[in-house]
Structures are given as C-alpha cells and as structure tokens.
C-alpha cells in the first residue's frame, strides 16, 4: 500500500481526510501533530488515540516549541513585526512551521504522498502547498476537502456512514492556540462592524488592580521575567499567563489575504504583544535613527513574506541576518505594568541607553555643543530648502 502522511489535528475535516484516504483511495495512512506549543500532554494523547480509531497506520506527534522559536518567533521580535500594525503572526508564522515538519516527515518514512484538510478559500492551503512544492516537489499532495468541496454535514454523513459517530457538534468560536498567540473565530468576524464578545475569548479577566513585571533583555531575546532567567520559549509561557489573568491582548485584525479577499480574525496575544512592544521601546533607547527606521522597513517586509508562506524565499535569511546584527546594543530591563485589558511601558533601564545626560539633555541642557555651533548647525540644515524657495520665488503667506 501507498503512504501518505496527513497533518492531522483530530477535528471533523482531518477526521474525515482520515477516514476517506484509507477507505477510498487505499492509502496506508500516517498521522502526524506538529505542537508548535497549543497542546498539553493529555490533549495530544487524546488525538493520538482518535487517531488510531479511525485507522491511523501510524501517528506521531512531534513537539518544535524551542525550533519554532529559535527559527521564527525570534526573528518576528527582532523585527517587532505586527501585521498590519495589529496581528502577531500567531497562527499564520505557524502554520509554516507545521508544513515544515511533517513534510520532512513524510520524507522520512518514504511516503508518496502528503494531505492536509484545509479549505479552498484561505490562506493555510497556500502556505502548506507552498512548502511542499518547494522541500519534496516529487510528494503528491492530497486536499479531499478543498477537491471535493464539501460542506461540514457531508463530512459528518460519511463518517456515520463508516462507523464514526463522534460528537461533531459545531463549536460557536473557532480556537486555535500556539506559542505566539491564539486565533478566535465567529460569527462576530464574518462581519465588518461587529465585534466579539468578551465570553469568546479563551481568557478571562480574573484579576483587578496592576501587577509591576519587569522583562530582562539580551542581545534582544526575552531572558528572563521578573529576575527569574528561563529560555525565551518558557519566559514567553509565563509571560503569557501573567497577561492572561488581566484579559490583555484582546484585539481584531482586518487584512488582505494571500487569495485577495479581506479576511477578519480576532485573537489574544498578551505575551507577544508585551514582549514587541516592550521590545520596541528598548530599541528606541539603544539603536541610532537609521537602524530604527530599516528595521521598521524589513522587519514590515520580513512579517509579509512569512504571512504569505514565502519563509522559504533566500531573502528571508538576508533579512534575518540583518535583524540579527542590529540585536548586539539591544540589553537591559523593560518595566511594565498591567491591568485590566491594558499594560503599560514605564520605562527602561540599560547600559546600552543612548538617552546620556553627559552629551546633553532635549529640550534643558547643550552639554557637548555651544550656542555657535547650534546656529551653524540650522544654517547648514536648512540650506536646500532656502535655496530652493530662493530660486523658485516661492512665498508661504
């Protein structure tokens, strides 16, 4: 029999792609899970058994939460990319991480083919197709629901129709939790004027008043939380979890997709948004004008590319690099504040600060010029544009 590997997530559309890889098409059919962090030990043992109800050959769940970050997050921080100056990248960064791997393991058990479940109107089918054709052209990919164009009853028809009775109720917003953010879904998003209600979100508020929390900084990674030193996937966890108890990072992100429709998703990212923008803050003190500003340029770019599934493009490791390089400077302490709904950026604390009272102080003290130099200085600067006014008679009444 024919392998083929299937990105399995254990709902109704994977189920089905199971179900009818195996009965109709004759397929030796391998499951696999890639946890990019959204699941615990008991919801992957409770996949792994669906699993293997439903005829699953072989099923594998491969956990890349360190690779995910050290290949993906990290750079997105580097970059304070925000989509849209709104969306953290958490499902979209992702999914191509999720194609990745389990195309790599479809090579390595020598499977002829690969399946996933998404549809044929978003942009995970472009995003897993993409890494495919690029790392194994010679795999056949399979898409039963994007071909077939099924409606959400027929795939619940034929699985009672094979034995499978599960319960397959429609829940009423869609969840999908990883590392760097959770995506939520509904009703509420299919529209361009409403917005979700607060029992949609995974996290509810269950503290009052602020918490102070401070962030350690080196070479531009999250190294520790509150004086406690982690590795930056743990500090992002935990990070994740003080935010949570004050509901922050609640937000919609209205888009382009890579298809050409506008696409709607709500989601909550405390930790990725309070970690970009205590970030960014930092950078602010540490990095001259003109690293700021092509940063901002790439790092804008950078965050397109990986949302459209083009991380495998050679210019998304030249950016990388750059980003890389610019980290050196980017050390100290981000003190924070939270409360309900919203934090707060106090301020920083780093060696690296170029905000120096030795060369001067805006707006109170000129330490390292003097008054001369200071006429000169605007003299010169404003040479091109008087001389341009000279020239063309312009007048400003």
């Not at 792994?48 to 970050?69: C, M, P, Q």
């Not at 969306?87 to 195309?103: D, G, H, K, N, T």
């Not at 980017?330 to 709904?341: A, I």
């Not at 544009?385 to 063309?392: G, K, P, R």
Request: hydrophobic content about 35%.
């Amino acid at each position: 029999m024919k392998k083929v590997v299937l990105a399995y997530s254990g709902g109704l559309d994977t189920s089905y792609c199971l179900k009818y890889l195996k009965n109709e098409k004759g397929f030796e059919v391998h499951t696999v899970l890639i946890n990019t962090g959204g699941f615990d030990d008991q919801e992957l043992n409770d996949i792994e058994e669906r699993a293997y109800e439903l005829g699953s050959a072989k099923h594998a769940n491969l956990t890349i939460v360190d690779k995910y970050y050290d290949q993906a997050i990290k750079f997105l921080i580097y970059g304070n990319v925000l989509k849209n100056n709104t969306y953290p990248l958490s499902v979209s960064a992702e999914r191509v991480f999720q194609a990745i791997e389990a195309i790599k393991y479809a090579k390595s058990i020598g499977a002829t083919a690969i399946a996933h479940g998404s549809t044929g109107a978003g942009n995970d089918q472009i995003r897993f197709d993409l890494i495919f054709h690029t790392i194994a052209p010679e795999i056949e990919i399979i898409t039963p629901i994007r071909d077939l164009k099924l409606s959400r009853q027929e795939e619940v028809d034929y699985l009672a129709q094979n034995g499978v009775h599960y319960s397959w109720e429609k829940a009423q917003y869609s969840i999908n939790k990883g590392l760097w953010g959770t995506s939520v879904g509904g009703k509420e998003t299919l529209t361009s004027h409403k917005s979700l209600p607060n029992e949609a979100y995974p996290s509810q508020l269950v503290k009052e008043g602020e918490e102070k929390v401070t962030l350690e900084f080196k070479e531009g990674e999250l190294i520790a939380v509150n004086g406690k030193k982690d590795k930056p996937s743990n500090n992002i966890v935990t990070l994740e979890k003080l935010g949570n108890a004050y509901a922050i990072g609640r937000d919609t992100h209205v888009g382009d997709t890579i298809i050409g429709i506008k696409g709607r998703v709500g989601f909550e990212a405390a930790a990725p948004l309070i970690i970009i923008k205590g970030h960014h803050l930092l950078e602010k003190h540490t990095l001259g004008k003109w690293q700021q500003y092509w940063k901002e340029q790439l790092g804008n770019w950078y965050g397109m590319l990986f949302h459209e599934g083009q991380f495998l493009d050679p210019v998304m490791r030249n950016i990388e690099a750059f980003l890389e390089d610019t980290q050196k400077n980017v050390n100290g302490k981000v003190f924070v504040t939270l409360r309900p709904y919203h934090f707060v950026l106090d301020g920083i604390e780093s060696d690296n600060d170029l905000m120096t009272n030795s060369f001067g102080q805006y707006g109170e003290m000129n330490n390292a010029w003097t008054s001369d130099d200071a006429k000169g200085f605007i003299k010169i600067l404003g040479n091109a544009q008087n001389i341009f006014s000279a020239v063309n008679n312009e007048t400003y009444e």
